[in-house]
């Protein structure tokens, strides 16, 4: 029986003696509590650490490729003429380029009839792509296509339906206000590109939609007119003549591609150098994400002597081990370039442990690139001499990784925060244990209250009796 107010024999106050007790019985609950929290303060650091360290290998691993180091811009001296990108299989070259010719699409028009009016014909129009030469026209290797017209089509109708015939061509409708013209173009440039319209069955008002001589250039009821012929680009590079039917040239050196926007009446001069502005940006991304994560572990692991406090990680073993192997590698040495650490090229420890980029220092090994590179990226099959990208890379990789230091030490504070729960089950289970030892005995001592009293005021009562008897 569960007692929650005053005991109705014995007048204590059972709830509030129960309560103070099951509290004493609590009591280890407190520091529990303070270090689970602690635990858990300690985990999300290390979560931390396992991200930037796992940064940093990233970081590394970039420089100890070579496509970290091998990255190319170009650059043209008319860009607005002819522009040029690099691609990563790009190397150091020049070159000079003249335009003569832009590739263009073949796009043809017909005569004006009246807007919405139908074309008052029924047949098919056969679109043919090829390659004109004057009036004679050679088919390419695809099927022609098929669009079939209804006496009360209009343009637009016609439109539509090359649209919807993937003839390699591409239909609209010019409206000049007061009447419409069918416009057909080819959807690629180059010469290849070029198309014929053949129209079968009808009259001539369906010939007007037709195409078959590229000579015609002006309005002609007959058909329609070139309003401009399919062509291939013509450039010349390092004096060498080269056409494309495309104004996108891909790989026209390894990796080297043009974008042909104008002719040019003198060469264009192409460079392709490499990207020191890359391979900057590659160190600055490996010295941010080692200073990151040193001033995490530097944060953790500190004590502030002015309020005698500490960081969450104040001693421990792992990390502090963890920050002198880091300190030590980018301290160490590297064999295989004229460079042996990064002190050299600009990357300077300083007191707290952190990188600093000298410029000077950074700028001037820069003209020794392949040293500069090498200092990274070489593999003596030594951990102590590697590169110090190979270095940081397989020492990163090794900490994150499945059995790797990091990664063993979360588990082991998850494995300490799984404990402290455990423990605090069994004080709670223990204090809901004494809780109700305490209810029943306090019950029972409340019954025997209730009898002794009852039994108290019978004797009174008895004793009154007997006395005014005898008076």
Known sequence: MAISSTGVGSGLDVKSIVSQLVAIERQPLVALQTTATKYQTQLSVYGKIKSQVAALGDAAAVLASKSGWNAQKATSSNA?????????????TAMSVKVSQLAQVQAVTS?????????????????????????SFTAGSTSAASVTVSATDSVSVIAA???????????????????ERLVVRSKSTGAASGFSITPTGGNAALSAYGFTDSTVTAPSSSGMFMGQSGQDASLEVNGVAL????????????GVSLQLLQTTASAVDIAVTQDLDAVQKNIQTF?????????????????????????????????????????????????????SN??????????????????TKLNAAKLDMTNLQNLFTTNNSDASTNGFGLKVRDFARGMVAFDGGVT????????AIDRNSDDQDKVEARASTVEAQLLRQYSALDRQM???????????????????STG
């Open 80 to 92: 607005a003429a002819v522009n040029v990108t690099a691609g990563s299989t790009a190397v150091s």
């Open 111 to 135: 005569t004006g009839v009246t807007t919405g009016s139908a074309v008052g014909a029924t047949g098919t129009l056969s679109i043919q792509l090829g390659t004109w030469s004057g009036s």
């Open 161 to 179: 339906a090359i649209n919807s015939a993937n003839a390699g061509v591409t239909a609209s409708v010019l409206n000049d206000g007061t009447s």
């Open 243 to 254: 056409t494309s039917s495309t104004n996108a040239m891909t790989n026209v050196m390894p």
């Open 287 to 339: 010295v941010d994400a080692y200073n990151a994560l040193n001033q995490t572990i530097a944060d953790a692991t500190k004590y502030v002597a002015a309020t005698k406090t500490g960081g969450p990680l104040q001693g421990d073993s792992t990390t502090l081990g963890l920050q002198t192997a880091l300190r030590s590698m980018l301290g160490s040495n590297s064999t295989g370039s004229s460079f």
């Open 342 to 359: 990064l002190s050299e090229i600009g990357l300077e420890r300083q007191k707290d442990g952190s990188l600093t980029i000298n410029a």
């Open 408 to 415: 063993a030490k979360s588990a082991a504070i998850q494995g």
């Open 450 to 468: 209730v009898q002794w009293n009852a039994l108290s005021s019978y004797m009174s009562s008895q004793i009154s009796q007997w006395n005014k």
